[in-house]
């Protein structure tokens, strides 16, 4: 029986900050809904800091071409890592960074700064496969909620927000979800 992603996190939990996606953040219920396929997949995050929640996708997501991007991929600590230099925000950045390359999975757990989440977007949802998801996470209001979800509204994005915030959970507590229709 393959390994759930519950089963795969401890290994690379770590505290708040970086490995959070299932302590700090109770995310990991949203991923295992959402990332109905889990081999032979690509994923891209934006956002690695050391390398735990790539370390993680990498073991979860048998037979898959995993990468990540971060402007200071020096931090990494995990070896074998594919991890590119690169600010998501800046289209020349991103074209050099990944060329013409497809996701089925795309992760922004970049800045947290709406501006920027918005920049991501607007680069990288057009790269992602159909029937693929497209994952904002730690949104730090419902001010960029709102920015958030008016982009996707006017580009006719079928969406949906999961909002964990409450008494012992982060402020930032909200992701959205991109769901890209299946080609007919």
Known sequence: MPLTLADVY?????????????????????????MTRTENVTLLEVGVYHGHSLAMWGAWLTDSTIIGLDTHPGLVTYPDLDVRACNA?????????????????????????????????????PRVNAGGRYFIEDITGDLPLAL??????????DYDVYDGRGPDRQPDEIMVIVSIPEEN
Do not use: M, N
């Open 148 to 157: 958030i979800c008016a982009r996707l509204h006017d580009g006719g994005h």
């Open 10 to 34: 401890p290994a690379y939990s770590a505290p708040a900050g970086w490995g959070d996606k299932g302590s700090a953040h109770d995310y990991l219920p949203v991923y295992a809904r959402e």
């Open 89 to 125: 925000c800046d289209p020349e950045q991103v074209d050099a960074a990944l060329g013409s390359q497809t996701f089925d999975y795309v992760i922004d757990d970049g800045s947290h700064h709406v501006h920027e989440q918005l920049a991501t977007l607007d680069l990288l949802l």
